[in-house]
């Protein structure tokens, strides 16, 4: 039984349902980072002190993993585009053009699973250098704010990097028999991905630069 | 077709470019240690401007439907709706005010 | 049989949440019954109960206070969320509006089963909570901080991560009804051929998705208080049983309250508009013509809507946030009783110059009008502040939100049981039974709550194990108490006579046609009954009429269905 529209834009919406769907899904999470951002403001703003927040954090780490997390999403972006052009050629049946945007579109992949995987390695230095010398979630409520901020955004960067590795490895079964279907969902994987990059857009001034 | 890619790929590049610039910007302003207002006024303006490249382009937001706009539109409301309305209530601190009215001063 | 457990067809899912959500309620409703019994008769042992409940529960048999408490709390949470929310949204929106879209399924069906999964596992964890050491959650189904970062025990805690696995299961679910009523319409399903019942369900899923996130916040926010001592919520100085609080503080209180409420305000809507939705089909069919002002009522559940995401705060008016900003949230509150007079009204109009059909539906979707009235109009004095003052967390709260509830919404979900029981079995439930259990439970309703008001009205506070009988203020109202518990126990009583008929009717009812309400809407109109276990309708779907096009001159039947030509 085939649901209309999962791959066909609907007339007079012009939208696909996972087009569609990711959005809502986004929206959502943008009130639940929302609330988490007002409630550092309400926090921060009814803070007699506040610590200086770049002494305790590392800027120059941080900045880095901005970097990455954006190349991550250039290269995210560039893996959907490998594929959107070719998709009526490999639904043709051009085995060539399909094996060769394969190719590329696995390489930009991997590449964004990779800016993952190096985000996350530096998430990983940054929490132990903070252990190490004693700063905890319990220590203040600026460092409690900033693991659990950076924790849940972590926690989006894992789920992102699993369904992206689904993606490129047995996932991308789906490029010979559904390649418009395949692109599409490397699109809407991609849209996530990029809202995980643009939280941590936000998170990096607000945590450690003000 | 290739043509089309190669332009989009283009203006991938291109945005890449200006997040990175932005980046730089961002970090650099921060090292200038200006007072709150102006630090945060810049440092979210900065991130808003990156995060609306990234919406737009990488997103491809910019030519998307109402049916998607729409809802989104109501979200942003909501969201700044809320942080607004906490800060008024809650937000003594923030403007000099202490178990009083957020409009009027003691 | 895996694949059968496991379904994604959304009519399996429906009946999965339908039944779950039965006996959610079951359970609730038997948690407040030892309330009722505590508040009539205040510290005499339980009977029968009290000896299982054992020594730390019930000590020699009388209900302890920390129990108490947890029969509170939980018994709001189990309601609202594991009870009212899955039937009204889960159940019935599954089940019935792709039929009424004239969709094959969701559009995103394997979705929809993890959404059932999800809300399985949470209600699991809600009522595991009971059995581990301090019991379960006791802090009021509003968890306010920090009462609730400091309860001592596994119980709140649980109550957070049953929360954050219930809040994802709503997030998926609200975001496939939307995609779905926007994507999935058939062909001539315009927006405005939509049943009410649709139009509900959709605000509603909007409800849900943007406001759940707020309580997912607040909820890993306190979560991080309890497990990793943060102090978010925990101001600085804090003493607690006279020992200050060994925590960083600087944190606020109050902050929970609002995310908690920016979800809590639009919740109340969730547990009211699918409701809504109900009566309306019911009233249509029920009085064999179109609803009065279908498109007013359209545009006040929009406005309704969206105005519940700015009202949150008439539940903190005693918080002292400053009068501005209370005069703010005082206005949004009394606009947005304009909606909701305007839809109530319109059903009640509806009811002019029909021809009337006493049917079990239709007793009940009768009698939600005049109960959602008496709830709405009680909530005036709580969203002006000068007069919330006396009545904050008193009787009279409880029993406002409980008449919009109980007699309100809880009597829309019999209705639609009843209503669409043909559809799902092929058989009808009987209406004797329905009756009995109809009036049986209007009654007993009222006598549990009217009372309340008046308790609330002499200054009688909610929550209290004693039920007041400590204060003096509390004397002269104390004793109603005891008819409200009898009462309690005739409503559970009569509601025999209704699981009886369920069960009963779904082997041995009477055979029904397809359409034995002689319904316009498409579930009626292009379905068999059951509908078909995939895609629903037996060829494409086309629709060419409005919603309620009944006693259409000439029609054969007397009414003419969305997809006659």
């Known amino acids: 039984m085939e649901i209309p529209y999962t791959t066909d834009v609907r007339p007079d919406t012009g939208l696909t349902n996972p087009k569609l769907g990711i959005w809502l899904f986004l929206a959502s999470e943008v009130m639940l980072f929302g609330s988490l951002f007002s409630s550092y403001a309400l926090l921060r703003s009814g803070a007699p002190t506040w610590p200086v927040q770049h002494e305790i954090l590392s800027v120059p780490l941080a900045a880095l993993n901005t970097v990455v997390l954006i190349a991550s999403s250039v290269t995210m972006v560039m893996a959907w585009a490998s594929l959107a052009p070719h998709a009526a050629a490999v639904r043709a049946g051009n085995r060539e053009e399909e094996a060769h945007s394969l190719k590329r579109y696995r390489l930009f992949m991997g590449l964004t699973l990779l800016g993952g995987a190096i985000f996350l390695v530096v998430k990983t230095i940054e929490y132990s250098d903070k252990f190490s010398h004693h ?9 409690g704010l900033y693991f659990t901020l950076t924790g849940l955004h972590a926690v989006h960067v894992i789920v992102g990097m699993i369904v992206n590795a689904y993606l490129w490895g047995p996932g991308a079964r789906m490029w010979r028999s559904e390649p418009e279907r395949f692109t599409n969902r490397i699109e809407v994987a991609g849209i996530y991905w990029h809202f995980v990059d643009v939280v941590w857009i936000f998170l990096f001034p607000v945590l450690y630069l003000l | 077709m290739a043509h089309d890619v190669a332009t989009q790929v283009r203006g991938y590049m291109l945005v890449f470019g200006a997040l990175l610039v932005l980046t730089l910007a961002t970090v650099g302003v921060s090292y200038l240690r200006l007072p709150e207002t102006p630090a945060v006024v810049i440092g979210l303006g900065i991130a808003l401007t990156k995060a609306s490249l990234v919406a737009m382009y990488f997103m491809h937001l910019k030519g998307e439907k109402p049916m998607v706009y729409w ?8 969201f700044i709706g809320l942080l607004v309305s906490v800060l008024l209530a809650e937000g003594d601190h923030l403007f000099g005010t202490q178990f009083g009215d957020a409009f009027t001063r003691e | 049989m895996l694949r059968r457990i496991f379904s994604t067809d959304h009519k399996v899912i429906g009946l999965q949440y339908g039944f779950t959500s039965l006996f959610f309620l079951l359970v609730g409703f038997a948690l407040v019954i030892l309330i009722r019994w505590q508040h009539a008769f205040n510290g005499q042992p339980l009977p029968f109960l009290g000896a299982l409940l054992g020594e730390t529960n019930a000590p020699g048999g009388v209900i302890a206070p920390e129990f108490y408490n947890q029969l509170g709390a939980m018994h709001g949470t189990i309601m609202v969320f594991l009870g009212v929310v899955p039937l009204a949204f889960g159940a019935f929106g599954n089940y019935i509006v792709p039929l009424q879209i004239g969709a094959p399924d969701m559009a995103f069906p394997r979705l929809n089963a993890t959404s059932y999964w999800l809300f399985l596992a949470g209600g699991l964890v809600m009522l595991f909570s009971f059995f581990v050491p301090g019991g379960a959650a006791n802090n009021g189904w509003t968890s306010y901080a920090p009462l609730s970062d400091f309860a001592p025990g596994h119980g709140q805690t649980l109550w957070l991560f049953g929360m954050l696995l ?3 299961s709503s997030l998926l679910g609200a975001m496939n009804f939307i995609a779905t009523i926007i994507q999935l319409r058939a062909p001539g399903m315009t927006w405005f051929r939509l049943p009410f019942f649709v139009w509900a369900q959709f605000i509603t899923a909007f409800l849900l998705l943007l406001a759940f996130p707020a309580l997912q916040a607040a909820a890993v926010l306190q979560g991080m208080d309890r497990l990793a001592g943060t102090s978010f ?19 606020n209180a109050l902050l929970w309250q609002h995310l908690f409420w920016f979800l809590g305000h639009p919740e109340v809507y969730v547990l009211i508009l699918p409701a809504m939705g109900i009566v309306a089909e019911i009233v249509a069919n029920n009085t064999r013509k179109p609803l009065w002002g279908y498109r007013l009522m359209v545009l006040s559940v929009f406005v309704l809507g969206f105005l519940s995401f700015i009202v949150w705060a008439h539940h903190m008016f005693l918080t002292g946030m400053g009068t501005a900003i209370s005069a703010f949230f005082q206005a949004t509150t009394m606009i947005i009783s304009i909606p909701s007079v305007i839809i109530l009204s319109s059903l009640i109009l509806s009811l002019y110059g029909g021809s009337i059909r006493f049917s079990t539906p239709m007793l009940f979707a009768l009698a939600f009008m005049p109960m959602f009235g008496l709830g709405g109009l009680t909530g005036l004095p709580l969203g002006l502040a000068a007069t919330d ?17 109980a007699p309100g919404t ?33 009654v007993c309703m009222n006598v549990i709550f009217l009372p309340m008001f008046i308790q609330g009205l002499a200054g009688v506070n909610r929550r209290l194990w004693d039920g007041g009988a400590i204060y003096t203020h509390a004397q002269e109202t104390i004793s109603l108490n005891v008819p409200m518990v009898y009462a309690a126990f005739g409503l559970a009583f009569f509601q025999l006579f209704f699981i009886i008929n369920l069960i009963v009717s779904i082997r041995a009812g009477r055979v029904a046609d397809t359409n034995p309400w002689q319904a316009t809407t498409l579930e009626w109109a292009a379905t068999s009954t059951p509908p078909r276990a995939h895609g629903n309708f037996d060829g494409p779907v086309r629709v060419y009429r409005d919603p309620y096009d009944y006693s259409v001159p000439g029609a054969a039947a007397g009414f003419l269905p969305q997809n006659a030509e």
Do not use: C
């Not at chain 3, 101001?235 to 607690?240: A, D, F, H, K």
């Open chain 1, 135 to 143: 700063l905890y979630p319990a220590t203040n409520n600026f460092l």
């Open chain 2, 71 to 78: 809802p989104l539109g109501l979200t942003a409301f909501l």
């Open chain 3, 166 to 168: 219930l809040i994802f």
């Open chain 3, 233 to 251: 919520f925990l101001p600085s100085g804090l003493v607690v049983t006279g020992q200050p609080a060994e925590v960083a503080g600087g944190g």
């Open chain 3, 389 to 405: 003052i006396p009545l904050h967390d008193t009787n009279y709260v409880v029993a406002h939100f409980h008449y919009l509830v």
């Open chain 3, 410 to 442: 809880i009597f829309a979900l019999f209705a639609g049981i009843y209503y669409w029981f043909p559809k799902i079995t092929g058989r009808m439930m009987n209406e004797t039974l329905g009756r009995i259990h109809f009036f049986g439970s209007l």
